[in-house]
């Protein structure tokens, strides 16, 4: 089971439900997921051998250091809305809805795949920052 595929799923049915653009939170939902599983795995090789793999510019204004974030980030976001296109995002709701996940089973996934790693990487952001790792 692609954790990607199902984070995608699975906010996908929730927004279908609310009338929304629900292909479009499920892209995002997986963009931010993927972003989440990388800034944890920088923040823990940062924490274990204290090389900086992601360097942030030191810019006067919050709005700069946000707009330059916000540029660099929209490059990243096209091949999510390429690739989760109407075909494939039916496939995905296929193959997930003929597997009958019970909602127990579909929650837990969804916290261990998007929730535990951003708890973990803002964990180990604060301890850093406080000076105890």
């Not at 996908?12 to 929304?20: E, H, L, P």
């Not at 997930?96 to 803002?122: H, I, M, N």
Request: charged content about 15%; overall charge positive; some cysteine.
């Amino acid at each position: 089971m692609n954790p990607y595929h199902f984070i995608f799923y699975y906010v996908q049915t929730f927004w279908s439900k609310r009338k929304a653009d629900a292909r479009l939170h499920g892209q995002m939902a997986v963009f931010f997921t993927v972003l989440m599983h990388v800034l944890l795995l920088v923040e823990v090789i940062w924490d274990l051998t204290g090389i900086q793999l992601l360097y942030l510019p030191d810019l006067p204004t919050y709005g700069q250091r946000k707009s330059v974030m916000m540029l660099c980030l929209v490059p990243f976001l096209i091949p999510f809305f390429l690739y989760f296109s109407k075909t494939k995002a039916a496939q995905i709701n296929d193959h997930y809805e003929s597997r009958g996940l019970s909602d127990a089973k579909q929650l837990t996934w969804f916290c261990l795949v998007l929730v535990l790693p951003f708890v973990l990487l803002v964990l180990l952001s604060v301890l850093r920052q406080n000076g105890i790792i």
